[in-house]
């Protein structure tokens, strides 16, 4: 199985310094394609002038990987569409990420897709930026409503948490067994400040839905 991100910038043509946020965004794209350069089948790649993709031979580090560039790229808006699936043709190599097609791109089109319409439709639900299209409708429609809600935490948080937020997952990624007083050093505050902002915004929780994501993709893909 494999697993294909499409990331897509809203409203990029009004981005003022346009120039300089794709140039951060390629620079950052080349970092993750170096940290995670075990786990990719086809390396993170600028397609269109808002538009990224990458593809992936396992589930394991992605919803990592797509927070690592939501707090690098912060605040610009990004949608990320996840799918998985095989892929029917393949006639490029790692660095080329056109020539490449099957259901594994499909699903992800698909999913982008969906954030789009149900953003212009739909006003009564949250909506979260990351979708997931499986080969299992019924698995994607738990999954989708768990994302959701993990937005819905996501977008409550305060300036002050989410900075504290994204520093942990730039610094460890999505990861709940982190050594809270090195992170306390490291951010000059005490430990108790951290766990206090944590648990107030909720974060345990969010990781404990994406950590939930992960492990049912990863079981129900495997079989």
Same mark, same amino acid.
């Given at each position: !199985?494999? $697993?294909?991100?499409?990331?897509?910038?809203?409203?990029? /043509?009004?981005?003022?310094?346009? &120039?300089? !946020?794709?140039?951060?965004?390629?620079?950052?794209?080349?970092?993750?394609?170096?940290? $995670? #350069?075990?786990?990719?089948? *086809?390396?993170?790649?600028?397609?269109?002038?808002?538009?990224?993709?990458?593809?992936?031979?396992?589930?394991?580090?992605?919803?990592?990987? @797509?927070? *690592?560039?939501? @707090?690098? !790229?912060?605040?610009?808006?990004?949608?990320?569409?996840?799918?998985?699936?095989?892929?029917?043709?393949?006639? #490029?190599?790692?660095?080329?990420?056109?020539?490449?097609? +099957?259901? @594994?791109?499909?699903?992800?089109?698909?999913? =982008?897709e969906s954030?789009?319409?149900?953003?212009?439709?739909?006003?009564? !639900?949250?909506?979260?930026?990351?979708?997931?299209?499986?080969?299992?409708?019924?698995?994607?429609?738990?999954?989708?409503?768990?994302?959701?809600?993990?937005?819905?935490?996501? &977008? #409550?948080? &305060?300036?002050?948490?989410? /900075?504290?937020?994204?520093?942990?997952?730039?610094?460890? +990624? =999505?990861?709940?067994?982190?050594?809270?007083?090195?992170?306390? =050093?490291?951010?000059?505050?005490?430990?108790?400040?951290?766990?206090? *902002?944590?648990? =107030?915004?909720?974060?345990y929780n969010?990781?404990?839905?994406?950590?939930?994501?992960?492990?049912?993709?990863?079981?129900?893909?495997?079989?």
């Amino acid at each position: !199985m494999n $697993y294909a991100i499409i990331g897509d910038i809203v409203s990029s /043509k009004s981005i003022q310094q346009r &120039t300089e !946020m794709q140039n951060k965004l390629q620079n950052f794209l080349d970092a993750i394609n170096n940290e $995670y #350069s075990s786990c990719f089948v *086809k390396k993170f790649a600028i397609t269109l002038g808002d538009e990224f993709q990458a593809l992936y031979q396992d589930f394991e580090y992605i919803l990592e990987i @797509v927070h *690592k560039i939501q @707090v690098e !790229m912060w605040p610009v808006k990004i949608r990320f569409g996840i799918g998985s699936g095989e892929i029917l043709v393949n006639l #490029s190599d790692s660095d080329n990420p056109y020539n490449s097609d +099957g259901p @594994v791109w499909w699903n992800s089109r698909n999913a =982008i897709e969906s954030i789009k319409q149900y953003s212009m439709t739909n006003k009564i !639900m949250d909506q979260s930026n990351i979708i997931i299209k499986t080969m299992n409708e019924e698995l994607d429609d738990l999954i989708n409503a768990s994302l959701s809600l993990c937005y819905s935490i996501n &977008t #409550s948080w &305060t300036k002050p948490q989410r /900075k504290l937020i994204h520093f942990i997952i730039s610094k460890v +990624g =999505i990861v709940d067994d982190f050594v809270k007083k090195e992170i306390a =050093i490291e951010y000059n505050q005490y430990e108790s400040t951290i766990f206090s *902002k944590l648990k =107030i915004s909720k974060y345990y929780n969010y990781l404990a839905v994406l950590k939930s994501i992960k492990i049912l993709i990863i079981y129900r893909e495997g079989e």
